[in-house]
């Protein structure tokens, strides 16, 4: 037959196999490398900075080598070099509440209105407006953080005249409600025909059908993509920087400038004092710690909708 | 509130007024519940439904028939209005209801869905337990006392054959039923609310031929209290449940689906007036 004389023969199939499935191996090991350096370092690094102080304590003005904590005074033998061989001391428990506080009020700000704009984009597909708002959404979720940072800085900072917790969660708001409608979106979208035709055939209004079956049959992956979108926001830190500013003291307040554990790291590895620069890898390994925990969460809750 | 276009539903009186309504729906057998005058139906510029003429009786059971595409399906969800979130779907003609046009301008779907219930061809409940789903009908309606809601899962589950197996498991999701068990089981979620119509969308394509002969049991069941429209693919069962039985076609030029000929079940497989119909009822064609 004509067509067996430009077959390659079994042999020659099984290298093109074998070497373009080297390739991809090769590709994936370049990917994680990377991956993998970051999250040593920040284990080796971070983790030596860890002990009850970094969780109890708030900051400590770091205190040189050879000089009296309490008079100040050089003790005996100093020598110049020393001033900067400092000892790490505080922690970074204003960083941890500031962070939390900021972030889940801004996930309490961005899941209802997250939510219900991800049930607009997904059961009511054809009208204009949903195309203009879908449009909105991808843009405000792909604009640099630091833009987010300025317009928080210029709406709320300047009105309110102070750097404050609340313009930060609102700023993360800004960041966090894209992500949070397209993934309720793209979850709703999952969820069968047959079941909301089943609900209208009920005679149930389209309102109480998506209430009562079609977001409670797609809960899971909202909340899926509400702790994705928690943990993205709990990372940032250029919208913080320029509204919640950063405290260095441990502050519950809401309306006052704020502590975060990104910034805490942004600052902390610009000190000139090593010991400081240890309490910023302390600080990325906790952060880093927070998004792994709530990714596995997240794992969690698929595994559950797998089920 | 206006006096709702519904019978009183029997939520309230619980199974006296239950008993009586289907007294009521017994009463009236064989009186045309459902009917068609010249009726078309189009999706967008095509003509789905060309003409159709047919009364449905009331407490009967009426099999819609005819090869695919035939647009008996079409017929069937035209009658609660499922097509009214297709775009560009659109009715003309007469279709009633005891008399009112279900198209009419007035006629709110959301209450017309009430009194005509509907299976669909894949089971399709809810993701929540055997008791919400049977409960979900009543509480779309308003019912909240927790003793009636309990009397009526009960009541329906039994109704469709379903209480047996499921009564000590009622908390189980619906969805981790068997496929028969799950069609009884959106049969029961429908006839809680003691519908006037029930409308069956091929109920029985999905399930093994034991869980279908459930179904017809069950159909046969329900003959009399409910009036029953039930689209098949299958001839046999059509000849089984149904008391009535409409032959439908896809006309060949215009593809428009057609009434060829509407009669009492046992006339129309043994001695069918129009020669098309023979033809299909002998598997020459279809």
Known sequence: MSLETNMLTYAQRSRIDKALRGCTIVATAIAIVPLVLIIAYVLIIGGGALNRDFFTQTYRPPVPVGVDPITGLPVEGMEEGDLFQVQARGGVLHGIVGTLMVTITALLFSLPIGVLAGIFLAEYPDTPLNTFIRFCSDVLSGAPSIVIGVVGFTLIVKQMGTYSGIAGAIALTFLMVPTIARTTEEILKLVPNAVREAAMAMGAPMWYSTLTVVVPTALTGIVTGALLAFARGAGETAPLLLTIQGNSNLSFNMFAPMAALPILTYKYIESPFPAENQLAWGTAFVLMMLVLGINLLVRATTARIKR | ?286
């Open chain 2, 1 to 286: 509130m206006s006096e709702p276009r519904t019978r009183s539903l029997p939520l309230a009186g619980g199974f006296a007024a239950t008993a009586a309504a289907r007294a009521r729906a017994r009463e009236g057998v064989g009186k045309t519940k459902i009917e068609a005058v010249n009726f078309n139906f189009y999706y967008g510029s095509f003509k789905a439904l060309d003409k159709i003429n047919l009364a449905i009786p009331q407490g009967e059971v009426t099999a819609l028939i005819g090869p695919s595409g035939c647009g008996k399906s079409t017929l069937l969800r035209a009658i609660n209005r499922m097509h009214d979130k297709t775009p560009g779907a659109r009715a003309e003609g007469l279709l009633t209801i005891d008399g009112e046009s279900i198209y009419g301008d007035e006629v709110d779907p959301i209450l017309l869905r009430r009194r005509v219930g509907m299976v669909f061809q894949r089971p399709n409940p809810f993701a929540k337990s055997v008791f919400d789903n049977v409960a979900y009908g009543l509480r779309v309606l308003g019912e909240r006392n927790s003793k009636r809601i309990k009397e009526r899962v009960e009541w329906a589950l039994r109704r469709a054959a379903l209480w047996d197996e499921v009564k000590d498991r009622l908390n189980a999701t619906g969805t981790s039923l068997s496929g028969g068990q799950q069609q009884r089981l959106c049969i029961a979620r429908t006839i809680a609310v003691e519908p006037e119509v029930v409308l069956m969308d091929e109920p029985c394509s999905a399930l093994d031929p034991i869980s279908t002969l459930k179904i017809e049991e069950l159909i046969a069941d329900l003959r009399g209290s409910f009036t029953i429209v039930i689209v098949t693919h299958n001839m046999q069962q059509a000849a089984r449940v149904s008391d009535y039985t409409a032959f439908m076609l896809m006309d060949s030029q215009t593809r428009a689906g057609q009434l060829v000929e509407f009669g009492p079940t046992a006339r129309l497989f043994t001695n069918p007036t129009d020669p098309r119909t023979e033809a299909y009822l002998s598997g020459h064609f279809g």
